[in-house]
């Protein structure tokens, strides 16, 4: 197979060849990839001072082609989220050519400091398939992310543990499988990088297996609701619930695969579900 090389030459004059087949044509998003297999959707090709596009082939007439770098990373962290998702122009409007303050199902903080940065993402309810992006977790300004009412699979993206500002957590109603991310009260080496203000948090009516992580425990010290119900979660329920999440108010664990002795206090909370025939109440002398 002949082969060809393409000079990549950066802004800062950073220069790397890359060696493609001439029998295996590339997309340009592809040589993104080959670019920075990380954030692929941040770079712009140049060729000849003319833009390429992302679906367009690359050939060997492309010897040397120059990038740059994409300014506003939560814009085209959305239109890596909607490509990723499937989901269509029409029902989601979001495009460069308009302000992202009319984008649908955001919001956007009005302070001059923040201005641009998105403080919320609905896209509940719109048929969504496939597995939810990792690049959910660049989106650092959030404060409520709501996926429910989808059919969205696979496992929850630890990267969401990066979402250090958010307080609320929707990803019920779907059909996401594996174990509860720890990331997501995890305390990781980074100091203040974990789910210290998540105050709502409801992983209800999916597929989750595995036992409920005393991370959650632990690390979501402003929790007020957590629903887990109608998963195959299995082991005991972790004693830290009852003496670490001392702003619980309702908790939800019923349809699961729960046993052992509910941890006392529970059962004083405002609400408080669970399978009677699987726990039974912890006696105390």
Not at 31 to 59: A, C, R, T, W
Not at 105 to 132: F, P, Q, T
Request: hydrophobic content about 35%; glycine content about 6%.
């Amino acid at each position: 197979m002949s082969k060809y090389e393409v000079y990549v030459k950066g802004i800062t004059g950073d220069t790397k060849v890359i060696q493609l087949l001439n029998d295996n044509p590339i997309t340009v998003y592809d040589f993104k990839k080959l670019i920075d297999k990380d954030e692929p959707y941040m770079l712009i090709l140049l060729h000849n001072g003319v833009e390429l596009n992302d679906e367009q082939f690359l050939s060997a007439e492309y010897n040397t082609i120059h990038y740059l770098v994409k300014l506003n990373i939560e814009v085209e962290t959305l239109l890596e989220i909607k490509r990723k998702m499937n989901i269509e122009d029409a029902e989601l409007n979001w495009n460069r050519d308009m302000d992202l303050s009319d984008w649908d199902r955001i919001a956007i903080y009005s302070d001059n400091d923040l201005k641009y940065r998105v403080g919320c993402l609905d896209l509940s309810y719109l048929r969504l398939e496939g597995k939810i992006p990792k690049e959910i977790g660049k989106l650092v300004n959030l404060q409520s992310l709501n996926l429910s009412g989808n059919q969205l699979t696979g496992e929850i993206p630890k990267e969401i543990g990066k979402l250090v500002g958010l307080w609320e957590l929707r990803l019920n109603n779907n059909q996401l499988t594996g174990k509860i991310p720890k990331e997501i009260g995890e305390i990781p080496k980074e100091i203040d990088c974990r789910l210290t203000n998540l105050e709502y948090l409801d992983l209800s009516q999916n597929k989750l297996t595995g036992q409920i992580p005393k991370e959650i425990c632990c690390g979501l010290t402003e929790l007020e609701k957590l629903y887990l119900n109608d998963n195959q979660l299995t082991g005991e329920i972790p004693k830290e619930i009852a003496c670490e999440l001392t702003n619980l108010r309702e908790l939800c664990l019923n349809n699961n695969q729960l046993t052992g002795k509910i941890p006392h206090g529970l059962t004083d909370l405002e609400c408080f579900e669970y399978d009677e025939d699987k726990l039974t109440q912890k006696k105390h002398n």
